[in-house]
């Protein structure tokens, strides 16, 4: 079946500093993506979202990219802050029409 | 903020007990979710519906049930609870196209004891 899955469970950076949160999808024919954040006792938030016709979209201190060719998606936040620390999933919608999601990236960022 | 509700946020109670998780939605998406999530690890589709009267199972298998009979109310229910139901279950709704995102209800932590 279809799977997403990340490459780090754990990343912490200095406040300040660039994070950068990968995820590898398996399913070519997925053709839109969102990033996700949970915080602790929360349901998900809507980031931002790509379509397979894109490989690059920008929004409010976050990037994300998309490599189709070696199934890849990353997430880029700049000047990380403290409220930025939480659980990051990726998710797919291909030719299920439901999303499918990753196990997640705790980001924690350091004073 | 998204307009989708959970109740309980939390819930303790017996094995072999009857519960219903409530979700509702005011946004009138016809798409609606509900997710299992263990901490720390991914969500599981357990089931979802694409409008009233429409239901599915998803990819994890529960022993869960759910009804759809108003646009707005997609609540399910554990006939008798048992340990092993203990979980953080998560229930989301979108819109209709096929390139929109799902939004989520808060969560509904269960533990079963």
């Known amino acids: 079946g279809e799977s997403v899955g990340l490459h780090l469970p754990t990343l912490s950076v200095q406040e300040g500093d660039n994070s950068i949160i990968n995820c590898a999808y398996s399913?070519?024919?997925?053709?839109?993506f969102i990033w996700y954040k949970q915080e602790s006792g929360k349901g998900p938030q809507f980031i931002i979202d790509?379509?397979?016709?894109?490989d690059k979209r920008q929004g409010q201190r976050v990037t994300v990219l998309l490599n189709k060719t070696v199934k890849h998606l990353s997430l880029q936040i700049a000047a990380t802050q403290p409220g930025d620390s939480a659980v990051y999933f990726c998710?797919?919608?291909?030719?299920?029409?439901?999303?499918?999601f990753g196990s997640g990236t705790q980001l924690t960022v350091l004073p | 903020e998204a307009d989708i509700y959970q109740t309980p946020r939390y819930l303790v109670i017996g094995t072999g007990k009857k519960i219903t998780l409530e979700c509702s939605q005011t946004?009138?998406?016809?798409?609606m979710y509900w997710y299992q999530q263990d901490p720390g690890m991914e969500l599981h589709l357990i089931h979802y519906?694409?409008?009233?009267?429409?239901?599915e199972k998803g990819d994890l298998s529960s022993e869960s049930t759910v009804s759809r009979i108003r646009t707005e109310h997609f609540p399910l229910t554990l006939e008798s609870a048992r340990p092993s139901h203990t979980s953080q279950y998560l229930c989301a709704s979108s819109g209709d196209g096929r390139n929109t995102e799902a939004f989520f209800g808060q969560g509904t932590r269960l533990t079963v004891v």
């Open positions: 998710a797919e919608k291909g030719s299920a029409r439901q999303l499918t």
């Open positions: 519906s694409y409008g009233v009267n429409s239901t």
């Open positions: 399913n070519s024919a997925s053709d839109y």
């Open positions: 790509i379509r397979s016709n894109m």
């Open positions: 946004m009138g998406h016809d798409k």
